[in-house]
Each structure stands twice: as structure tokens, then as C-alpha cells.
């Protein structure tokens, strides 16, 4: 393992998300150590993520709601899988079930881990735990649309496989997390039925 050595560190902003400056040196691959650097980390913790089949409707459930960083990119409103903060010591399979619920309305019986990974490794530390799961109209607990405490306006959107990898195909899914999940779908359709 290459090393790293931390000269300096301090927060710079502490808020809902958090912005930490370094001042660092590491390991270059011909053995070498880097001059001192400066590097910044968005730190916002971790987050969980759901591609969600309704096995009863044959659809998958994403939702759509307003987000301020796409808006300054010119697409306001984002279609993306159900998804929300893993807090501090949460278990991330109770999580997930968790926001699928606040989202969605429905409270899945068990959901499958795919993957973990980072959303851009080159300023945020923030990973994502993507899951799977299924649930039927018998999970429904309650009307979805998010969280009103957390001002929350989430529109729940049902996908056929076959609508949501022409959205995909079409480039009007723009959300990572949601193109990872129909990569995973992609090769993994045998257990979506």
C-alpha cells in the first residue's frame, strides 16, 4: 500500500455538507513522495440507494423531484432510483427500507445489496450502498412523496424494464447511481419478474 502523510488538516465549511482542506504528501508509483499538496474533501457521509420492482404492477419505481445542483446544469427535476442519507451508525439494509418507505410508500421485506461505491472520488468521500429489492401492493404502508420536515416533494415514477432502458438508451436518465442500477438490471434481469 502506497503511503500518505498529513501535514495540515482544518474544516472550512460545517454544514449539511462539509468541506475539509489537507495539506498532504503521498506516495508516487516510482517510490518517490509527492511535493506538499493541497486537496479539498466534500464530506457528506455515505448514502443508500434502491432500484425498487413492484412485482405486482411489473414496474420499476423511481422517483423525480427538484435538485439545486442539476438545476445550475439546466435540469431542474432528476428521475433517479429511491435514495437518501445513510446516517451516523445506521444499519444501511434498515436504511434503505427506510427511505423506500418515506419515498415510495412501501415497506420492503428484504432488500439485496448489488454494489458500493464512490460518486466522485476526486472531491466528495461520499459512497452509496445500492440495493435491490421487490415489494407488492401488500407493502403499500402509506401515500409516499418524501419526508414534509425535510420539505420533500418526491413524485414516485413507474418504469416498465423495457421504458426505463429506453430512458436510459435516450440519455434522460442522467443520474449515476440510477445508470449503475440499470447496468446491474441489465445483467441481472432473470431476477426482476
Given at each position: ?8 488538516r482544518?474544516?472550512?465549511l460545517?454544514?449539511?455538507l ?5 495539506e498532504?504528501?503521498f506516495?508516487?508509483?516510482d517510490?518517490s ?5 493541497r486537496?479539498?474533501n466534500?464530506?457528506?457521509?455515505d ?7 413492484h412485482s405486482?404492477k ?5 422517483t423525480k423531484?427538484f435538485?439545486?445542483p442539476?438545476?445550475?446544469?439546466g435540469?431542474?427535476w432528476?428521475?433517479?432510483?429511491i435514495a437518501g442519507?445513510?446516517k451516523e451508525?445506521e444499519n ?19 432488500v ?17 450502498l ?5 415489494v407488492?401492493?401488500?407493502?403499500k404502508?402509506n401515500?409516499?412523496?418524501?419526508l414534509?420536515s ?7 415514477v413507474?418504469f ?10 435516450k ?14 438490471l441489465?445483467?441481472h434481469?432473470?431476477k426482476v419478474?
Open positions: 500500500m502506497k503511503k500518505v502523510k498529513i501535514h495540515n482544518r474544516w472550512l460545517q454544514d449539511f462539509k468541506v475539509e482542506e489537507v498532504l504528501q506516495e508516487k508509483f517510490g513522495m509527492s511535493p506538499k499538496v486537496r479539498l466534500m464530506d457528506r457521509g448514502a443508500v440507494a434502491a432500484l425498487v420492482w405486482d411489473k414496474v420499476l419505481l423511481l423531484q435538485r439545486l442539476a438545476h445550475t446544469k435540469k431542474s432528476i428521475v433517479e432510483v442519507g445513510l451508525s444501511p439494509e434498515e436504511a434503505i427500507k427506510r427511505e423506500i418507505e418515506e419515498e415510495a410508500g412501501y415497506l420492503p421485506k428484504n439485496q445489496h448489488i454494489h458500493t461505491f464512490f460518486v466522485s472520488p476526486g472531491g466528495t468521500s461520499e459512497r452509496i445500492l440495493y435491490f429489492c421487490t407488492k401492493e401488500a407493502d404502508t401515500e409516499g412523496g418524501g414534509e425535510e420539505n420533500e416533494d418526491i413524485e414516485l413507474e416498465s424494464k423495457e421504458a426505463f432502458f429506453e430512458a436510459i438508451d440519455g434522460n436518465i442522467t443520474d449515476a447511481k440510477t445508470l449503475i442500477a440499470g447496468l446491474w441489465r445483467q434481469m432473470e419478474n
